[in-house]
């Protein structure tokens, strides 16, 4: 089974710019949560979706939103980019009933110039 | 609000030594505790789930303790190997949204052949 795929894995963009990066989980999970990890941190929750509803968004400036589909796939969309958001950029899925294990993708990143 | 610490921030040991990490954590209403591998610009890999009802967990050359009286988590390592050699970072989950975990800042590895 494929795990967790984000795309793209590399991006570069510019101060003001939009960026949306993408998210498929592992088949069968219905759990997405956004993770911020800045060099050097550890990373950061952005948001969570299950079942295509937010169920918990972290401490991060309305500039940051996202969404989920009917597929489980997730959107993150950062609006007006800042040299700060520049970053590796995590998703992770978990299944039902999984303890809350958390399974990750290889990320994106992200540089804002 | 839940703070995690990890220490020491950085380790080097020469090859087949067995050594201990350590994670803190502010707050003891958890709902699990995980610890992740990161190779440098990669993703996390999920090495070890503890629920908050359990006090270890093993496996292969792993095995994590979690203390939730006091705060605590060790991952311990035995017979360290030059493949070893990675970022590792525990994750607390809250008892209300276990996706929703708060990373420590990492201790990183170095394993010398």
């Known amino acids: 089974d494929a795990g967790v795929t984000q795309s793209p894995t590399h991006l570069i963009k510019t101060r003001g710019q939009h960026v949306t990066l993408r998210c498929s989980p592992i088949s069968g999970h219905k759990s997405v949560s956004w993770y911020q990890q800045v060099l050097g941190q550890g990373p950061q929750f952005i948001f969570q979706?299950?079942?295509?509803?937010?169920?918990g968004r972290g401490n991060f400036p309305d500039r940051f939103s996202a969404r989920q589909f009917p597929n489980y796939s997730s959107e993150l969309n950062v609006n007006a980019l800042l040299l700060g958001d520049s970053a590796l950029y995590l998703c992770?899925?978990?299944?039902?009933?999984?303890?809350?294990?958390?399974?990750f993708g290889s990320g994106t990143q992200l540089s804002v110039l | 609000k839940q703070e995690v610490t990890q220490i020491p921030a950085a380790l080097s040991v020469p090859e087949g030594e067995n050594l201990v990490l350590n994670c803190s954590f502010t707050?003891?209403?958890?709902?699990?505790l995980q610890w992740f591998r990161q190779d440098p610009g990669k993703g996390l890999t999920s090495l070890l789930l503890?629920?908050?009802?359990?006090r270890e967990q093993t496996s292969g050359r792993l095995n994590a303790s979690l203390d939730k009286s006091s705060g605590r988590s060790t991952l311990y390592i035995a017979a360290s190997q030059p493949g070893d050699s990675a970022t590792y970072l525990c994750a607390v989950g809250r008892e209300t949204s276990y996706d929703k975990v708060i990373f420590g800042p990492g201790t990183s590895l170095s394993v010398i052949p």
């Open positions: 992770a899925s978990s299944p039902p009933g999984g303890g809350g294990k958390l399974f």
């Open positions: 979706y299950y079942e295509k509803e937010e169920r």
């Open positions: 503890i629920q908050s009802s359990q």
């Open positions: 707050d003891s209403a958890i709902y699990n």
